[in-house]
Each structure stands twice: as C-alpha cells, then as structure tokens.
C-alpha cells in the first residue's frame, strides 16, 4: 500500500492550497481517510476525515470553515482544500487510512493503518 501527498509550497497568508493523496494497493472506497499535521517542535495533530463512501467528514476545530476533506474514489484519491491559510497551518502534512470507520473516529484516534509520507505547508505572515 501506498500513500503519495502532494500539493504542499509556500504560501503567503490569506492564501489557498490544495493537497492531494492519491492511494494505491487498497480498495479505496473501503477505507476512511484523514489528514494529519505536524509543526517543527509539536506532536503530529489531527485535521480531517473523511469516510470512505465519502458522506461524512470531521474537522478539528482550528480548521473548520477553513478547510475542506473530499474524496474521488474513481480516482483514488483524497483532498484537502485549505483557505485563508495562517502561519500556525505551517507544518508538514501527511495523509492517513483507516480500513472501515467513521471520519469522527479518526479524529479521536491516530491509530491507522497507513501514513504517507507527508507534504510541507509553509504559511508566510
């Protein structure tokens, strides 16, 4: 199984950014999906969720109405649409599975079954 982030640059505040995670080697749609962050001298966080049929996701509070999780599961991948973006979104930002959960669930838990390697967001004030 893998999972490929993309998406991640430099970015001045205020600004938008898309990352994308596309997975191969798993049945996608059997999955939920989440995105992670973790800023220099912090633990990793959680940001999103998504679960695999895509009808539900989860924020954490810092970012909602910011961001945004969807999925493409004809494609296998997932997104994070980031806006009005601010310096403490700087961090590195992975992509994670969870085989059959809800997005709340992964939001209360990192334990998944697969990261990817990560992607960096660098938020300039």
């Known amino acids: 199984v893998q999972l490929q982030a993309s998406g991640g640059g430099l970015v001045q505040a205020g600004g938008s950014l898309r990352l994308s995670c596309r997975a191969s080697g798993l049945t996608f749609s059997n999955y939920g999906m989440g995105w992670f962050r973790q800023a220099p001298g912090k633990e990793r966080e959680f940001v999103a969720a998504?679960?695999?049929?895509?009808?539900?996701?989860y924020y954490a509070d810092s970012v909602k109405g910011r961001f945004t999780i969807s999925r493409d599961n004809a494609r296998n991948t997932v997104y994070l649409q980031m806006n009005s973006l601010r310096p403490e979104d700087t961090a590195v930002y992975y992509c994670a599975a969870r085989f059959f959960t809800t997005a709340q669930a992964m939001g209360v838990s990192a334990t998944m079954d697969y990261w990817g390697k990560g992607t960096l967001v660098t938020v300039s004030s």
């Open positions: 998504i679960a695999g049929g895509g009808g539900s996701t």
